[in-house]
């Protein structure tokens, strides 16, 4: 016998009755006729709308089993990203785990529109899409993709031409406090609240006010960063602020379309200088906002500025919406000048050295209600809006010319449901091609206008 044997057997015959005592102790059998009660299981977390990413199909995961991207309810935001980021991760797997974090929705509009001098014709006006995402709990990013007249290509004059497929806004914000936010990417510029809240769905009347598709060239956007925010003044009081540096304008400026041609790019500036923008509004109480706003930049390398100060309000009364803008626009002398040697945009006319231009307008909503009797249960709660607006504009204060107009415009709509409103109008309008300034209250505004007529729909969803 080697020296361990004794050891080995002094150890068996200590464990031998801790095996026995743990075994008595063992919980019993159940019983035969004793049901059995299944283990409770944690329930499965709810699996999300899951979209058929039809031509991205994964050429290595034809079963269309789990994707890694997908993971599991034990994988975290951040592992989703690590993920997404991996170099050999396909194209179907970054896109399909996008879908848990990403919004998608939009608007349209379509109008048929009847001039008085000219042909009446359907234009499928805009269709827009929004797309949301919340990156984590203080980054979000925002985009605003514009097809317009149905994107490209437009068949104008007979001729097919290029249409317009527009990155109208298009941010990441960072919350970096409460009361602040920075924001870069595609900025609306925040001159007058109509560039910010030009919503074919949300505005009352189809047609955008004359002085806020030249002056303020809605929709307005540029490259740049910057701040948003807003500050609680006591009980009801509310500041907000939006204040951007922005590539800004460059000198296509010309009477009758504004600023219009003078958006900034998106790829180049045409100047050193850097614009900056911004909008302060005041709310005592909801349903209440007045604001002011401005915008200051170089328009050429020489260093001419263009200079623009606006103000809004909109008031709820009731049954009545009170709204209105003025804006104001101071531009040094110039040229369409100062773009790259050989660029066909060097026209050299000249740029207008003022601009004005202003609206007002009432809503009145109303119901009749045996006729909201007579309809579906979901519209039951609808109304119709009747709304009455003047206005003008003047695309250089120095001359009247077909730049200058007064338009009046009487519109009738009905909104069977909030996301959903058909609309009708008909508007009134005089230039200033003949020399004469128009105003509504001069006798050749009614003796030389002309009238149009416009019918659309517009919807979200």
Known sequence: MTP??????????????????????????????TPRVPELQPP???????????????????????????????????????QRLQ????????????LDRTTLGGYAEHDFIVPGQGRSTFRNHRYVLFVYSHISERISTATEIEFEFAGSPLKRDGVLT????????SVVDLKLTDWMTFRAGVILVPVGAYNLRHDAPAQELPERPIAYTTVVPTTWFESGAGFLGGFELGRDWRLSYEAYAINGLDARI?????????????LEDNNHDKALTARVAL?????????????????????????????DVFWRIGAWDLTGEVVRAFIDPGFVQGFPDGSTGNTRDRVPTGMFGFYAQANYRFRIEPFFRLLPDEWHDGH????LRYEEKDTDTEFITVGDSARLTL?????????YVLKTSVWWEKGGGDGLKPHLWTRDFWSQGHWTALASVAYLF
């Open 4 to 33: 361990r044997r004794p050891l080995l057997l002094v150890l068996s015959l200590l464990l031998v009755p801790l095996a026995a005592r743990a075994q008595d102790e063992a919980p019993p059998p159940p019983a035969q006729d």
């Open 44 to 82: 499965a977390p709810p699996e999300g709308p899951r979209l058929e990413l039809e031509g991205l199909e994964d050429p290595a995961n034809p079963s269309g089993s789990v994707l890694p991207a997908e993971a599991t309810s034990e994988t975290n935001e951040q592992d989703t990203f690590r």
């Open 87 to 98: 170099p050999t991760s396909t194209l179907s797997q970054r896109a399909a785990a996008i």
């Open 162 to 169: 290029t249409g317009e497929v527009l990155l109208e806004f």
């Open 254 to 266: 010309l009477d009758d379309q504004g600023f219009r041609a003078a958006r900034g790019s998106h």
């Open 283 to 311: 709310s005592p109480f909801l349903g209440l906002e007045g604001a002011v706003s401005g915008y200051t930049g170089a328009y050429d390398l020489e260093g001419r500025r263009v200079n623009m100060l606006n103000a």
């Open 384 to 387: 119709f809006t009747a709304s």
């Open 411 to 419: 519109g009738l709509n009905f909104r069977p449901l909030p996301p």
